[in-house]
């Protein structure tokens, strides 16, 4: 009779476990980090942007990632593409949550709040923050704010789309959050907001540009694909005051100094014009 391959009740367990700890802790040590009382922004500082890489070991490529954001989008290094074509954006109204995370207000998507898909990949949108003044700056000009719209592969690969503010009329989208915004300033550090519609977040032009960078925050993980919208939307002073105070940060502003491009691709799409008398193919 053949004998029956016994494997310990103990040790299967054990390797079950291990492995549910090591998928666990995978996004932790690539994503933007929850708690961002570790490191600032306060030039000089010893937890400042120019020592961020110093705090832990994986926050390492901070100091020494050859792909870092973000980056000044400098028009005489820009490609003009069109092959690139138009933002694939699918998104739905999905629970939310307000959030402190110390140097930025973020809102996070608990449910699905669908995706955007870059080259054929499904990116799931997780969150949204806000860093003021702007993080990237286009031919060395910063602007009052940057959104981040923050996504995430099947296979842990990041993709950002960035919004860059100008002072002038309010935002839509923050003044729906305003509210909350201010009670998460006076007493919370986390609110529990309810559906939330991504779509009302609007980017307001089909130009933008592409770049392969990094977070902008510690573990600095690169090979995040950046979409930069290239219309400057508007948002009022008092909303980006707002944004600082209920931080309670002592920091003026929580955007990280512009990175070396280091001879990176800077592609900005454009759509394809053609002749009145000519229309464009449908996937146009």
């Known amino acids: 009779m053949m004998k029956q391959l016994r494997i310990p009740i103990f040790s299967s367990i054990t390797g079950f476990l291990l492995l549910l700890l090591i998928l666990n802790l995978r996004p932790t040590t690539s994503q933007e980090v929850e708690d961002e009382k570790e490191f600032d922004y306060l030039e000089g500082s010893s937890k400042g942007p120019e020592h961020w890489g110093e705090i832990h070991e994986e926050w390492k490529a901070c100091n020494n990632g050859k792909m870092q954001s973000p980056i000044d989008l400098l028009h005489q290094r820009v ?11 699918d998104y739905r109204t999905a629970n939310s949550t307000l959030k402190n995370r110390g140097h930025d207000i973020m809102l996070e998507w608990e449910g699905d709040a669908g995706s955007i898909d870059i080259n054929g990949t499904d990116y799931k949108l997780r969150q949204c923050h806000w860093h003021s003044p702007s993080e990237h700056t286009i031919n060395g000009k ?4 940057e959104l981040h719209m923050f996504h ?5 690969g990041f ?3 960035g919004v860059l503010y100008k002072i002038g009329r309010p935002d839509p ?28 977040i609007k980017l307001g032009g089909r130009k933008y540009y592409r770049y392969v960078g990094s977070l902008t925050t510690p573990p600095c993980t690169e090979g995040v694909k950046w979409t930069i919208i ?7 002073a008092e909303q980006v005051k707002l944004l600082r105070r209920a931080v309670h940060d002592s920091a003026e502003s929580n955007a990280r100094p512009l990175q070396p491009l280091n001879d990176r691709l800077i592609e900005l799409y454009e759509p394809k014009t053609y002749p009145e008398n000519q229309k464009s193919p449908k996937h146009e």
Not at 142 to 145: I, N, P
Not at 230 to 236: D, E, F, W
């Open 142 to 145: 910063r602007f009052a704010a």
């Open 152 to 156: 995430e592969s099947s296979n842990l």
């Open 79 to 89: 490609e003009v593409v069109s092959e690139l074509g138009k933002l694939k954006r």
């Open 173 to 200: 989208f923050l003044s729906e959050l305003e509210e909350e915004i201010n009670v998460l300033a006076d007493t919370e550090n986390e609110i529990t907001i309810g559906m939330v519609n991504p779509k009302h």
């Open 230 to 236: 290239k219309r400057v939307r508007t948002v009022s």
């Open 159 to 161: 993709a950002v789309i």
